[in-house]
């Protein structure tokens, strides 16, 4: 069973990386880092929000507003109060699928109609509001879901543990999730060390941030370091929407 899970896994990771690709090329210059929360769990954004916001930087809150209110196991989920308040004060609401479906198991075409109702539900609650981008919940995107969710978005964003930079694909950006390393916080400044010298966009990404977090998200205490190192680095900190103008603008 391990042997037939890891050729499974091999296979999708070729899927997701290789198959209905948006190329995009990243060139060495100024480095960019993104923050960003898979889930929006309220700690999120009490916690983590306001760590950002204390230095003036913004982070990408992906949503799937069909969680709202519920105890999930990344945690208790944002209030619609939370969801207009990251708003408010310039953070980005980027698109997690209505039901948080799962990009492999679900049909293309039903993961298309999970954008579309999450759209759908964002402007019930913020008028005018719309997802610019993108994170594939839970696994890797098969090529059709890939194609669909192109339609919508600038951006999308998987996983990968690995910044972006050179020839990239804009239907599945790289992003380096911070609990693979919270017990090795110099492997994470490495990786931020790695961004500046290539002169790369690497994306961070997270669950809940609080003293007691799940093993999917990080204390406040890892998040604080990570955001402080990552501003000295010298990279620009912009949401990913932002982060994917500013290198359009150098393209």
């Given amino acids: 069973m391990q042997v037939l899970r890891r050729i499974r896994g091999k296979y999708q990771r070729f899927v997701a990386g290789n198959l209905c690709r948006r190329e995009f090329t990243i060139s060495g210059s100024t480095p960019i880092i993104s923050f960003t929360f898979d889930d929006f769990p ?10 950002l916001h204390s230095r003036g930087v913004r982070g990408t809150y992906y949503v799937s507003l069909g969680l709202a209110g519920k105890q999930i196991e990344t945690g208790t989920m944002f209030l619609m109060e939370d969801l207009r308040a990251a708003a408010l004060q310039g953070h980005e609401l980027g698109c997690h699928t209505f039901s948080h479906s799962h990009s492999w198991e679900t049909a293309p075409e039903s993961f298309e109609t999970e954008i579309i109702k999450n759209r759908e539900a964002l402007e019930q609650v913020i008028p005018g509001a719309v997802f610019k981008t993108l994170s594939f919940p839970i696994g890797q995107p098969r090529a059709g879901t890939k194609r669909r969710a192109a339609k919508y978005f600038s951006c999308c964003r998987g996983g990968g543990q690995t910044f972006n930079v050179g020839d990239t694909d804009l239907n599945c950006l790289s992003a380096y999730f911070l609990e693979q390393s919270r017990e090795n916080p110099a ?62 603008g150098r393209s």
């Avoid at 309220?42 to 760590?51: D, K, N, P, T, V």
């Avoid at 790369?200 to 093993?215: C, E, K, M, Q, Y």
């Avoid at 990080?218 to 402080?228: G, I, R, S, Y």
Wanted: overall charge negative.
């Fill in 187 to 248: 492997a994470i400044k490495r990786m931020i060390d790695q961004n500046s010298n290539a002169g790369g966009w690497l994306i961070f990404a997270t669950h809940d941030v609080s003293d007691n977090p799940t093993r999917w998200g990080c204390t406040p205490a890892l998040f604080e370091d990570v955001v402080q190192y990552a501003m000295k680095s010298g990279a620009k900190i912009l949401p990913v929407f932002q982060a994917y103008e500013a290198l359009q």
């Fill in 42 to 51: 309220r700690s999120a954004l009490s916690m983590g929000g306001e760590i």
